[in-house]
């Protein structure tokens, strides 16, 4: 169980184009989810908060008009990077916490999508 | 303000060998702790947790206590693997609210 899916697991882009990346909880319901970006040999950076139903919460220094979070539904969020460039280049990972759980403190993580910006 | 400390790597082994990675904490009230574990080029992987001072949590022949007196949060195991070659995170998730804060990650491998 606790299975976080994302898609696509890697894509490669040019620049000034937009990246959807989507993550998903398979087996349980998520009202939140986090988005993380891990760069090379570095810890995860937390990016946004995102609560299904409501507007994101961004980090600071994390620019909102350029990473749009979406969570339309308890087992999707949308992560859009606008007009990539390739300093974006990136390992982009999401998680979710399970709302049933009693005691929600665990992040269930997806396995990451590798963002190359051309 | 919350916050971990990992030890840095590269840390290399040998199989069989003993294993230590430390992890201390800053955090008002209670937290919980955790230990994930990165293999390459996936996203990260529950190892184990603990709620509660004196709790310790166990998977896979890894072990870590927590210990609410040295803040600490240490990872074990008694006899690595090759297959343990990954990379380690210590976090916290503080008795209120949901971020996590994550430690830098030790990279740790293991040679036959």
């Known amino acids: 169980g606790a299975v976080v899916s994302q898609h696509p697991s890697r894509v490669i882009c040019k620049s000034g184009t937009s990246v959807k990346i989507e993550c998903r909880s398979l087996?349980?319901?998520?009202?939140?989810m986090f988005w993380y970006r891990q760069f090379p040999k570095k810890s995860l950076m937390l990016m946004a908060t995102?609560?299904?139903?409501?507007?994101?919460?961004?980090e600071q220094g994390v620019e909102k008009d350029k990473f749009l979070i979406n969570h339309a539904s308890l087992t999707l969020s949308t992560l859009t990077v606008t007009s990539a460039h390739p300093e974006d280049s990136s390992f982009y990972i999401c998680?979710?916490?399970?709302?049933?759980?009693?005691?929600?403190?665990?992040?269930?993580f997806g396995p990451g999508t590798r963002l190359t910006v051309l | 303000g919350n916050s971990v400390t990992q030890m840095e790597g590269p840390v290399t082994l040998s199989e069989e060998a003993f294993l230590t990675i430390n992890c201390t904490y800053t955090?008002?009230?209670?937290?919980?702790l955790f230990w994930y574990v990165q293999y390459p080029g996936e996203g990260l992987q529950l190892l184990l947790k603990?709620?509660?001072?004196?709790d310790k949590g166990s998977n896979k022949g890894f072990e870590a206590t927590y210990r609410k007196e040295t803040t600490s949060f240490h990872l074990e195991k008694g006899s690595v693997q090759v297959s343990d070659s990954a990379v380690y995170f210590c976090?916290?998730?503080?008795?209120?609210?949901?971020?996590?804060?994550f430690g830098t990650g030790t990279s740790l491998t293991v040679i036959p």
């Open positions: 998680s979710a916490l399970d709302t049933g759980l009693a005691a929600t403190d665990t992040q269930y």
């Open positions: 087996d349980f319901q998520a009202t939140t």
């Open positions: 995102s609560n299904e139903g409501s507007k994101a919460t961004y």
């Open positions: 955090a008002t009230g209670y937290p919980s």
């Open positions: 603990a709620t509660k001072a004196d």
């Open positions: 976090a916290l998730s503080p008795a209120t609210g949901n971020q996590f804060y």
